[in-house]
């Protein structure tokens, strides 16, 4: 370590506060809806809350639980979350590995991957094919569109191909062909690699938001997104959908903050796992595009 | 007489063997072809037919009777989007939004990245910078959401605003306050991620360049404008010019999300008009010819600004 003089530590002073600035400005807008979602509504009036309730109280939690509206989104969500991840994952992985070979036409198709980051195919002809498909208001309008991100496509199959070469060659030579080699030799040693894609597709497909407004019409198959914004965004100040569903609603604000930690507690809970995975396929990504 | 005789034989033969080979070769890899099946089925479907959907930018498109029957108009819908003033306003808002995006939103991860970078002690900088990240894997309506609650009449700010004795702010309705609330939003969910990059190249910097300057006795201040700032400046340029090439992008879900009956008129950008024009109101030809208007201006602009990183010396992107 250098010698540290008088200027540097004012320089290290300043820098830590603006840093310590910078991450409250992320940290408080959570903490603070993380407060008032658990706090009793006279708190709330009464502006008692800083930063911590000093009334714990449930209601407004209870209340999304019993809501079916709320039930119903967060089922929907999480059981699409997990069949898009794994749906996700085995397209994407399948594709990467069979394009690892050389095959006739395999350079066309890998041509083809490229044409497809040049030029995306925009919104109404997509909508229109969606359409044409009869999956409008079906799940797999959420499903089917996004099986494979093209960057995760070239990430994972520059993955396989630097995979030792020598345990395809021995497991060829004892008989076993690609499909094989695909479920008993890739999958299990690119369990970690999988893993992160795995964070990665999960958090986009419970944040997904546009792609259900634009295929879904059907209000009973909403997710969590769709609902939090009805609530939130929509309908305030006053919450009319709120007080339309229950007697006596707890107050439209507890349920509000309670709901966006709802939306975002999945997140939260993976986070830790995503964060180890990412810095690496980040990387790529911006060199890549 | 002989002659085209043979020449009949050697040409049926060759391609009978060529075909043949080829089937061979494809028997051998049938299970590769199994592997890839879905994933062609899928790109064929969703990325590349609906590339080709969009000649109905150049039809009267008739949902009843399909691409392959709707009249063809030429151009028209193209010389429409020229002469609709509604267009025109969009296309200046989408401008706008942009070119603030990328005076604000673009220089804050420069600057939070240097400041991270100065940071000694490894473990302060991990949790920081854990921090930081956590708020792009928010989704957008969460984001707006936690906007919403805090600017509404009785939300903390307005509190905090009528605490100081101002008046409140119906910020989400006002449109002036749109573009900055945008902005805000997007440094608060983009900036600490958007630093990964800058701290990569920061963190390829020569040690004895800085080492050098301690030497000949540069502070911390001169340091960072001499050196760092410099060492990171192709990095910098090369996300510049390929952000300018994507001016046309504002973000969709966000806009969509923050847009209201108060705001529409400077907030509505091509990608939300695109929406509402062809989903919500019918009108596919057209709404598909503004998206396209928006892809190849788009192209053009990335092309460009990739011919212009790769003209000064650097790798380009494709």
Known sequence: MHFKTKSDRWFDGINYLLLSVVGLCMVFPLLYIFSVSFSTMQDFIQKDIVLWPSHWDLGAYKYIFDTPVFGRAMLVSACLTVVITLFNLLMTSMMAFATVHSFVGSKLILRMIIFTLLFSPGLIPSYLMVRNLHLIDTYWALILPGAISTFNLIVIRQFFQNLPKEIFEASKIDGAHELQMFTKLVLPLSKPALAAFALFYAVDAWNAYFNVILYINDTTKWTIQVVLRQIVIVSPPDNNLIASLLKDPPPAQTVQMAAVLVATLPVLVIYPFLQKHFAKGVMLGSVKG | ?318
């Open chain 2, 1 to 318: 007489m002989k002659m085209p005789s043979e020449m009949a034989a050697d040409g049926s033969r060759r391609p009978r063997t060529y075909f043949r080979t080829l089937l061979k070769k494809s028997w051998r890899d049938r299970y590769i072809f199994i592997l890839l099946l879905p994933g062609l089925l899928y790109f064929l479907l969703f990325k590349i037919i609906p590339v080709f959907g969009n000649v109905i930018a150049f039809q009267d498109y008739n949902p009843f009777k399909g691409m392959w029957a709707s009249d063809w108009v030429g151009l028209s819908n193209f010389k429409r989007i020229f002469e609709d003033t509604d267009v025109l306003r969009i296309l200046r808002n989408t401008l706008f939004i942009s070119l603030m995006q990328i005076i604000f939103v673009f220089p804050a991860p420069i600057l939070l990245a240097i400041m991270l970078n100065e940071v000694a002690r490894e473990k302060t900088k991990r949790l920081i910078q854990s921090i930081i990240y956590l708020p792009h894997f928010f989704s957008w309506v969460v984001i707006v959401s936690i906007a919403t609650i805090f600017l509404k009449p009785e939300g903390l700010i307005n509190q905090l605003l009528q605490y100081f004795g101002y008046d409140w702010i119906s910020f989400m309705t006002n449109p002036h306050l749109f573009v900055p609330i945008v902005i805000i939003e997007l440094i608060w969910k983009e900036t600490g991620w958007s630093t990964i990059i800058f701290l990569a190249a920061l963190a390829s910097i020569n040690h004895e360049l800085l080492e050098a300057a301690i030497v000949d006795g540069a502070n911390r201040w001169k340091r960072i404008w001499h050196i760092i700032v410099p060492s990171i400046g192709s990095t910098i340029a090369i996300l510049l010019i390929l952000r300018l090439g994507t001016v046309l992008d504002t973000g969709f879900e966000q806009i969509f999300l923050m847009l209201n009956p108060f705001n529409r008129d400077i907030g509505e950008v091509l990608d939300t008009y695109v929406y509402t024009k062809g989903i919500k109101q019918g009108d596919f030809s057209f709404s598909t010819a503004v998206g396209l208007f928006k892809g190849v201006v788009g192209l053009v602009l990335v092309l460009t600004a990739n011919r212009i990183i790769k003209k000064s010396g650097n790798d380009g992107l494709f």
